[in-house]
């Protein structure tokens, strides 16, 4: 037989009132019912826990020896119900996500400051990824849920939201395609380019916009990091591509924003989970928050 919170209450409530009666009020209980109970407690723990007459109640020497174990496992029984209860209702838990370093730079940080205000409580695990490494850690479940870029292929992913990020080219003012208010991928074609590196989301778009128009790319660097390839536009090393919502567009004033005239030039975007899981409650209150953020305007 095993403990319950029932009768571990009704041995603290007889030891702190020193009396059955008082205790069977303060527990709402017949003192038949409560002297079940505590029979039933020194059954399970086989030992007399009390020591009792007509006129007074006493512990045990077993019974003073258990009473503090007694006190700290009900506090620590009743606490974990009621951390159970509040990830279940989502007012606790954490957050595990995956992201697009643009959107961990841009979106994200206002977007956990709004989920604090609402859910004090709430934790957050962010992983901020190139497109692949997010599939990856939702795959594995490292996360539950991953914004990810690409096209997002297979029946392992639960898609909960698709959209798109244009894509824009960044190039010094003093640069001859400077003067241009619109590009295209002619102009591209045209001069060196920074490009990042070929496992990120923005090259795939740029490598197969480049292939169906017939152009092939002369690529100067091909950093990881966006901010990296910002800091080589200054240089003078050539143009870079770059999601239009990344902080690192505007994040130089001397250098220039120009939009590409061409329908490829949109990152697919995805929120993803993997299939089959349930997100906890917190998260599917932070998903809710993120949906809404994300909608079109």
């Known amino acids: 037989m095993d403990l319950n919170l029932r009768d571990i209450r009704a041995f603290l409530a007889v030891a702190q009132s020193g009396?059955?009666?008082?205790?069977?009020?303060?527990?709402?209980?017949?003192?038949?019912?409560?002297?079940?109970?505590?029979?039933?407690?020194?059954?399970?723990?086989?030992?007399?826990?009390?020591?009792?007459?007509?006129?007074?109640?006493?512990?045990?020497?077993?019974?003073?020896?258990?009473?503090?174990?007694?006190?700290?496992?009900l506090h620590d029984m009743e606490h974990v119900l009621i951390d159970a209860r509040a990830l279940g209702d989502g007012s606790s838990g954490m957050v595990r996500i995956a992201c697009l370093p643009t959107f961990?730079?841009?979106?994200l940080p206002e977007l956990i400051q709004q989920m604090k205000t609402r859910v004090p409580r709430a934790g957050f695990h962010v992983r901020d990824a190139v497109a692949g490494v997010v599939d990856s850690l939702v795959r594995s479940e490292e996360v539950d849920v991953g914004l990810t870029g690409g096209e997002t292929a297979g029946a392992e992913f639960d898609v909960?939201?698709?959209?798109?990020?244009?894509?824009?080219?960044?190039?010094?003012?003093?640069?001859?395609?400077?003067?241009?208010?619109?590009?295209?991928?002619a102009d591209l074609a045209s001069v060196p380019l920074v490009l990042t590196a070929q496992n990120t989301s923005v090259r795939a778009v740029v490598d197969g916009a480049f292939a169906r128009g017939g152009y092939t790319p002369e690529i100067a660097c091909e950093p990881t990091y966006m901010m990296t390839a910002v800091a080589m536009v200054r240089a003078g090393l050539g143009v870079t591509i770059l999601p239009e919502s990344a902080r690192e567009v505007r994040a130089e004033?001397?250098?220039?924003?120009?939009?590409?005239?061409?329908e490829a030039f949109l990152r697919p975007i995805a929120l993803i989970k993997k299939r089959g899981r349930t997100l906890p409650p917190v998260t599917q209150t932070f998903v809710s928050m993120l949906l809404e953020r994300l909608a079109p305007e």
């Open 253 to 262: 004033p001397e250098l220039l924003i120009r939009p590409v005239d061409h």
């Open 19 to 73: 009396s059955f009666t008082r205790a069977a009020v303060g527990l709402h209980l017949s003192q038949p019912a409560l002297t079940v109970q505590i029979r039933r407690l020194e059954e399970t723990v086989g030992v007399r826990l009390f020591d009792r007459n007509s006129r007074n109640v006493a512990l045990t020497p077993a019974g003073r020896a258990l009473l503090p174990l007694l006190q700290k496992s």
């Open 104 to 107: 961990a730079a841009s979106v």
């Open 160 to 185: 909960l939201y698709s959209g798109g990020d244009h894509l824009v080219a960044v190039l010094p003012a003093r640069h001859k395609l400077a003067r241009r208010k619109h590009l295209d991928l």
